[in-house]
């Protein structure tokens, strides 16, 4: 089972940037997934969730109106679309399957991406 992250890189203040998670070896579509994110120096916190059956999505306070998630199921690629980027989104983010309903935290991921790191310029 393995989830590739790509999309990251370098950003101005205000710019957009399309994150994606390619899953492979699981069926993953069948999966609750969500993006995490971690700054320098702090604990990886949960931005964005999808239930499994992408009825629903939640996201962290910090990115609502700013950040959509969504995913293909026909072939369980996770997207996170970020607009309005902000210096403070910089980070590691980091694409998490879980096998519960919903995804609330890092206690209910059972997969991880290898992250990719974005940056956000001031």
């Known amino acids: 089972e393995q989830l590739v992250e790509s999309g990251g890189g370098l950003v101005q203040t205000g710019g957009s940037l399309s994150l994606s998670c390619a899953a492979s070896g699981r069926a993953f579509s069948n999966y609750p997934m969500a993006w995490f994110r971690q700054a320098p120096g702090k604990e990886r916190e949960l931005v964005a969730a999808i239930t499994w059956n992408n009825a629903e999505s939640t996201y962290a306070d910090s990115v609502k109106g700013r950040f959509a998630i969504s995913r293909d199921s026909a072939t369980g690629t996770l997207y996170l679309k970020m607009d309005s980027v902000l210096p403070v989104d910089t980070g590691v983010y980091y694409c998490?399957?879980?096998?519960?309903?919903?995804?609330?935290?890092?206690?209910?991921?059972?997969?991880w991406g290898q992250g990719t790191q974005v940056t956000v310029a001031s």
């Open positions: 998490a399957a879980g096998t519960a309903f919903r995804i609330w935290s890092s206690s209910d991921v059972d997969y």
